[in-house]
């Protein structure tokens, strides 16, 4: 199997306001098939930036943008839109869900878009309903959901098309802990089963499931390295109780 | 483990293996394994310290059992212990020192520095989470323990890319 992203001096710089504002300034990055890639750094550091210019959603600037093995960043807007249909799901840092249908559709639509079964697509959803702990909210609109809520359907939602790269941006900002709980599982599970995951995020708990840390300051990798993996113990042993 | 051993004894004399029992089923995995000889050690300056008495208790067919009860000041420094704000946890002081003076000798850089901890504590939570997630339901004070854990490293991290923005 081939790399599943791979960029090359990638580079975003904002022209819209007064003053140009270089986002991303020469990324080098490269993510294998399985691998789970934490993204981290400080408000501004071009976390968000990143992440949507490898799905497509945000032109970059120069640089190269590989996925799978096939260059990327030179195709139209409809080539990408197919792309992501079939071999992207997102998760974005504010949802984005389609407010005039139901969170069980908001679920189901991506794996027909992808090109699944009906009864498969119907499956998929009502597996990951379940999993985020969502069954009893299907037939209501992402506007009756709390923001924890929407932000499992999103979650839901860019697992259903069984993407070979899953990007997520701050997946889990609104969540509490016991919700938090309902993510991590599924994520560990995912990831277990081989998904390739690339993931912005603050929290701790959800960057510590990942096999690699890339830190980002200032639009640039500062630090690109593994996550240890210890042999666990019990909390005893672990934690200093005095 | 001095207090804790008070604790215990407050509630009911007991001799040393039932106060490694209780520590075992009171705290769950969340205790380090009792060790008994460090309980008898301990119970044994509590009893110079006037803390606890000692007394024996006949058995039959084996021999006489030790019982510790508490003592009125056993009660009193046990009070006072309760009863004392406890000191929380402060900054990681060694790294803290780490950061500040490393540039000064030019041995290391403050972002690698920082980039390298961020890992450390990444893989500390790695660590927390699969012992949650090996932890039972109903496991309460296991679970507390390690899920206040896990706060105190996100606001380690979170301490981290507040230096990070500020001295890099
Ligand atoms: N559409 C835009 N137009 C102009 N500047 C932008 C735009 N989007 C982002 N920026 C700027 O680009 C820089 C990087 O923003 P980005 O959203 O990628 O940061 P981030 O790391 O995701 O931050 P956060 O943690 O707050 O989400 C910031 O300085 C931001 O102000
Ligand atoms: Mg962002």
Known sequence: MSTVVKTVNLVKIYQDGAVPVPAVRGVDLQVEPGEFVAIMGPSGSGKSTLVHMLGGLDTRTSGEIWLDGKRVDTLSESAWALLRRKRIGFVFQFFNLVANMTVGDNVELPALLSGASPKVARERRESLLAALNLTDRAEAAPAQLSGGEQQRVALARALANEPSLLLADEPTGNLDSRNTRDVLRLLGEVHKEGQTIVMVTHDARVASLADRLVSLFDGEIVDDGRIARRRTRTAGEVIDLR | ?168
């Open chain 2, 1 to 168: 483990m001095r207090p804790h051993l008070l604790a215990l004894l407050a509630k009911e004399p007991a001799h040393g293996y039932e106060l490694k029992q209780a520590l075992e089923q009171t705290f769950g995995s969340a205790y380090p394994s009792p060790n008994i000889g460090q309980i008898y050690v301990t119970l044994g300056r509590l009893e110079k310290d006037g803390l606890i008495r000692v007394v024996d208790v006949e058995q039959s067919n084996r021999p006489n059992k030790k019982v510790y009860y508490l003592t009125a000041k056993g009660r009193e420094v046990l009070e006072a212990w309760v009863d004392e704000p406890t000191e929380g946890p402060r900054v990681r002081d060694e790294f803290f020192m780490k950061l500040v003076l490393a540039p000064l000798t030019g041995i290391a850089d403050r972002m690698a520095l920082i980039s390298r901890q961020r890992r450390h504590y990444l893989s500390l939570m790695s660590d927390l989470n699969d012992i949650l997630a090996r932890t039972p339901d109903t496991d309460r004070v296991a679970m507390l323990l390690i899920e206040g854990a896990m706060l105190h490293l996100q606001a380690d991290l979170d301490w981290l890319e507040r230096c990070q923005e500020d001295l890099a």
